[in-house]
């Protein structure tokens, strides 16, 4: 238990670090890996260079003192978190070399007005906050498919689009269980990036008879070109090994949703697409809207036609020559339970549209591929 006085500091001093957020993350991050250049080898380089996470750490932890007085409150909301923190490995030990710089980092920016006892209280509350995530994590660590990562052999490689590939890669040594919607983490050494890179891939296919599969886009846009996602086109080939750390994530389809809207943009069809074919299995009512550019940039052409065939009712519309998807394409679907991944920009459009059309929030769940999958990079 948090002393009252504590959580009295904790609560009033919130709007403040708040609002020193950005230099509290920047100062947190140089030192923590100027003290522990190892751990470049867990964080997502690129995402640190174009600034996109390093902010969510930190400010999470400052959104975590709104639940001060009732702590477990936080548990679903750290679900996804220390689902990817798991496919890291990031481990107990970890935590209190994050506590420290961030302590530190608070101190160093708020500079007198950062008391003893501001810094005790926080120091404090950070232990409990990372209690809760080692408490979850350790269960998912207990409950992976496997240990650590392991070794795979690429045994397919196709273009899919133009800047999607899809692997199929394969192990003996591993019990390949994974829910559809889940992701999968590769460890790789690209040549001239200086660190082991982990990135996160979602699973493509809920067939895994020849291994599992997923899909990589390639990142090329001007300044923020992906280091791994170029490797993983350029220099993976097949019949190389890749080191993978056992299926993660919580964006799955509910067990009693059985009418069915999927969503998906550009290549966010890579986690629908196997929970499209996963419902589909399952007899339940699949209806299916994807939009992407033109025909050539529509991915896995062969697995929706698949569905298609098995009775999904699928509608991909091409945005050069029909435009973006909107009411019009969700029309006759309001009482299905609706589940959408894509960009962080085609979420917000498509949560508009969908509320315009007076469905409720309960039944819209999401994925957005953004700083919170780094699916590109
Ligand atoms: C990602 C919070 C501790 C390593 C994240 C994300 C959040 C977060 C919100 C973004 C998740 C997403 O994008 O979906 C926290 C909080 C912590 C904590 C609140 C403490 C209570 C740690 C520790 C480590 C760590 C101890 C390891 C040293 C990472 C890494 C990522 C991540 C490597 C992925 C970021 C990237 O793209 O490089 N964490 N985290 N975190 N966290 Fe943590």
């Given at each position: 238990m948090?002393?009252?006085?504590?959580?009295q500091?904790?609560?009033?001093?919130?709007?403040?670090?708040?609002?020193?957020g950005?230099e509290i993350?920047t100062?947190?991050?140089?030192r923590?890996?100027?003290?522990h250049?190892?751990l470049?080898?867990i964080?997502?380089?690129?995402?640190q260079k174009v600034?996109?996470?390093?902010?969510a750490?930190?400010m999470t932890?400052?959104?975590?003192?709104r639940h001060?007085?009732?702590?477990e409150?936080?548990v679903p909301?750290?679900?996804?978190i220390?689902?990817k923190?798991?496919?890291?490995e990031?481990l107990?030990?970890?935590y209190?070399?994050?506590?420290k710089y961030?302590l530190?980092?608070?101190?160093?920016?708020?500079?007198?007005a950062?008391?003893p006892?501001?810094i005790d209280?926080?120091g404090?509350?950070?232990?409990?906050?990372?209690?809760v995530?080692?408490g979850?994590?350790?269960?998912?660590y207990?409950?992976a498919a496997?240990?650590g990562?392991?070794?795979f052999?690429?045994?397919?490689?196709?273009?899919?689009t133009?800047?999607?590939?899809?692997f199929?890669v394969?192990?003996d040594?591993?019990?390949?269980?994974?829910?559809?919607?889940q992701?999968?983490?590769?460890?790789?050494?690209?040549e001239g990036?200086?660190?082991t890179?982990?990135r996160?891939?979602?699973i493509c296919a809920?067939d895994?008879?020849d291994?599992?599969?997923f899909?990589?886009?390639?990142?090329?846009v001007k300044?923020?070109e992906?280091?791994v996602?170029?490797y993983?086109?350029d220099a993976?080939e097949?019949g190389?090994a890749?080191?993978?750390?056992?299926?993660a994530?919580d964006?799955?389809v509910e067990?009693d949703?059985?009418?069915l809207?999927?969503i998906?943009?550009g290549?966010?069809?890579?986690?629908?697409m196997?929970?499209a074919?996963d419902?589909?299995?399952?007899?339940?009512?699949?209806?299916y809207?994807?939009?992407?550019?033109n025909?050539?940039?529509q991915?896995f052409?062969?697995?929706?036609?698949a569905?298609r065939e098995?009775?999904a009712d699928?509608?991909v519309?091409f945005?050069e020559?029909?435009?973006?998807?909107?009411k019009?394409?969700?029309k006759g679907t309001e009482?299905r339970q609706?589940?959408?991944c894509?960009?962080m920009?085609f979420?917000?459009?498509m949560?508009?549209?969908l509320?315009?059309?007076?469905?409720d929030?309960?039944?819209i769940?999401?994925?957005?591929f953004?700083p919170k999958?780094?699916?590109?990079?």
């Open positions: 948090i002393a009252e006085a504590k959580k500091i904790i609560k009033e001093t919130v709007p403040v670090l708040e609002a020193h950005t993350t100062v947190f991050y140089k923590m890996f100027e003290a250049p190892e470049l080898d964080f997502n380089k690129t995402n600034g996109d996470q390093p902010k750490l930190a932890v400052l959104a975590a003192a001060i007085e009732d702590i409150t936080i909301a750290v679900m996804g220390a689902h923190h798991r496919a890291l990031v107990p030990e970890h209190p070399i994050v506590g961030l530190e980092a608070i101190q160093e920016v708020l500079g007198d950062a008391t006892e501001i209280a926080w404090e509350y950070y232990g409990k906050i990372a209690d995530f080692i979850i994590e350790k269960e998912m207990d409950t496997w240990d990562f392991k070794p052999i690429v045994k397919k490689k196709e273009q899919v133009p800047d999607i590939v899809r199929t394969d192990s040594e591993v019990d390949k269980t994974f829910t559809a919607g992701y999968i983490t590769v460890k790789v050494n690209p990036y200086g660190n890179a982990l996160h891939y979602s809920i895994k008879e291994g599992i599969r899909a990589v886009k390639r990142e090329a300044g923020r992906g280091v996602s170029n993983m086109h993976i097949e190389d890749l080191f993978m750390s056992a299926p994530g964006f799955k067990e949703h059985d009418r809207l999927f998906a943009g290549v966010g069809a890579t986690p629908v196997s929970m074919e419902a589909v299995a399952k007899g339940k009512d699949v209806k809207v994807y939009s992407c550019i025909e050539d940039h991915p052409k062969d697995q929706m036609a569905i098995k009775g699928l509608k519309k945005s020559t029909e435009g973006f998807l909107n019009e394409d969700f009482d609706i589940y959408i894509g960009s920009g979420m917000g459009t949560m508009k549209e509320k315009e059309m007076g469905i929030e309960s039944r769940h999401f994925e957005p953004g999958m780094s699916l590109g990079a």
